[in-house]
């Protein structure tokens, strides 16, 4: 059974610019979770869905950054624009439902220079 | 809102050495609780989790971890590590439900030296 799928695995990108991650969660599992890792923290929730509602976004910074599932299945993270604060790992994470444990992907490595 | 300690952030041991990673939260009521484990350049993955039952639960490669609900703890312990239990130690917790999410610790990184 695949796993969660992130991509990219690493992007480096200038300060101002838009960056997206993409993200497929594992076949049936209707939330899912976006969450921020920095370097030496444990991740962080940004946006958790349900099926295709954000049900959980408080801690998402709205003014930059913005996230969609459509369809309910594949997700995808934007940030616009970038800053170098927003350097970290972006990770993705499927549960079947809310009341089981998540399995997450292997993350996108978000550089801003 | 519930929050999650782990207190050793940074764990050095010899193989066969025993293994016992501190994790504390800060919710009263009922919990579910999880270690998870990060190899070197690999994903997040459950070792164990705690819904209800027994409070001493058994996870892969010899882990276990005891809950002790009065002391708001979960610890993950190991009786004999080996070089490939190098990782990343992350505990999480969350209340039952819905619409409650996973918190995280900050993670412990253990070395094992061979």
């Known amino acids: 059974e695949a796993g969660v799928v992130q991509s990219p695995r690493y992007k480096i990108i200038e300060k101002k610019q838009p960056v997206a991650f993409w993200c497929n969660p594992i076949?049936?599992?209707?939330?899912l979770y976006w969450y921020l890792q920095n370097l030496g923290q444990g991740p962080e929730l940004l946006i958790r869905?349900?099926?295709?509602?954000?049900?959980?976004d408080s801690q998402l910074p709205k003014d930059r950054f913005s996230a969609e599932r459509l369809k309910g299945v594949d997700s995808t993270l934007k940030i616009q624009p970038a800053e170098l604060g927003d350097s970290a790992v972006y990770l993705c994470?499927?549960?079947?439902?809310?009341?089981?444990?998540?399995?997450f992907g292997q993350g996108t490595r978000l550089t801003v220079v | 809102a519930q929050s999650v300690s782990q207190h050793n952030h940074h764990v050095i041991l010899s193989e066969a050495a025993s293994l016992e990673l501190g994790c504390n939260y800060s919710?009263?009521?009922?919990?579910?609780l999880f270690w998870y484990v990060q190899y070197p350049g690999q994903h997040l993955q459950l070792l164990l989790k705690?819904?209800?039952?027994?409070?001493l639960v058994k996870g892969i490669k010899g882990f276990e971890a005891e809950f002790i609900k009065s002391k708001f703890s979960f610890n993950l312990r190991k009786p004999s590590v080996q070089w490939s239990d190098t990782a990343e130690y992350f505990c999480?917790?969350?209340?039952?439900?819905?619409?409650?999410?996973?918190?995280f610790g900050r993670g412990t990184s253990l070395i094992v030296h061979p």
């Open positions: 869905y349900e099926n295709e509602e954000a049900v959980d």
């Open positions: 999480a917790v969350k209340r039952p439900g819905g619409s409650y999410i996973p918190t």
């Open positions: 705690y819904f209800s039952g027994d409070p």
């Open positions: 076949s049936g599992h209707n939330t």
């Open positions: 919710y009263g009521g009922t919990v579910n």
């Open positions: 994470a499927s549960s079947l439902d809310g009341n089981t444990e998540a399995f």
